[in-house]
């Protein structure tokens, strides 16, 4: 074979060798996927917990206009009534002779959720204090109303049961133990018909 001719195979044999396929990669990726580094998956959430999610159920009340939160506590109630609780006609909780209307849940009370008549949910404050619903809402009249508190009060619904001040400015009404004291007080302080509307509260005595 010419010298010319051989250089002239030689040249194309090269040539051929530098079109030769590139190595196989994953049908429809492009050139830049096959340098891709792989991503590990996300592991899935876990499963959310119902009695996590009761734990931190919520509540509120206005403490003289400040919306303050609440925990519900899903291990206790007050049982105003199956302690001889209840309240008589000052709105004083009545708690028997224990001392207190608290004691754990039952079974059945845990998983319906439901009350005893006369029980309220304990509730929490930011400090984890406990606290109740024995029945009654504390309302505050404006000023404008102390002449006839009685008449506002009954043209609002509400059934007055004693004056907590000398001036008749603060008055304790009546309400149902429980969820509807507190239903009832948030409801009137945010109609804005009165100065402030707050539960009758129950809370342990602090001993001195």
């Known amino acids: 074979m010419k010298p010319g001719l051989s250089i002239l195979v030689a040249a194309l044999t090269c040539a051929a060798h530098a079109g030769a396929a590139p190595a196989q990669t994953s049908p429809g990726a492009d050139a830049h996927d096959t ?11 876990p499963a959310r917990d119902a009695s996590a999610s009761r734990e931190t159920a919520t509540a509120w009340w206005y403490d003289r206009g400040v919306r303050r ?28 002779k224990s001392g207190s209307p608290l004691r754990p849940r039952d079974g059945v009370e845990k998983d319906s959720g439901a009350l005893p008549p006369g ?16 029945g009654g809402v504390i309302v505050r009249l404006r000023d404008t109303d102390l002449r006839r508190a009685r008449e506002r009060l009954a043209a609002a619904g509400l059934k007055p049961i004693r004056a907590n001040d000398p001036e008749g400015q603060t008055w304790l009404v009546e309400s149902a133990p429980g969820l509807p004291a507190l239903e009832l007080a948030n409801r009137l302080h945010e109609s804005g018909e009165f100065e402030s509307a707050e539960p009758n509260w129950w809370r342990p005595r602090v001993l001195k």
Do not use: C, E, M
């Open 35 to 45: 340098q891709r580094p792989s991503v590990a998956r996300k592991p899935a959430a």
């Open 119 to 134: 029980a309220s949910p304990v509730y929490r404050d930011a400090g984890g204090a406990p606290r109740a619903l024995p």
């Open 69 to 96: 939160a609440l925990h519900v506590d899903r291990d206790w109630i007050a049982d105003f009534a199956g302690n001889a609780g209840g309240t008589d006609r000052t709105g004083a909780a009545r708690t028997g």
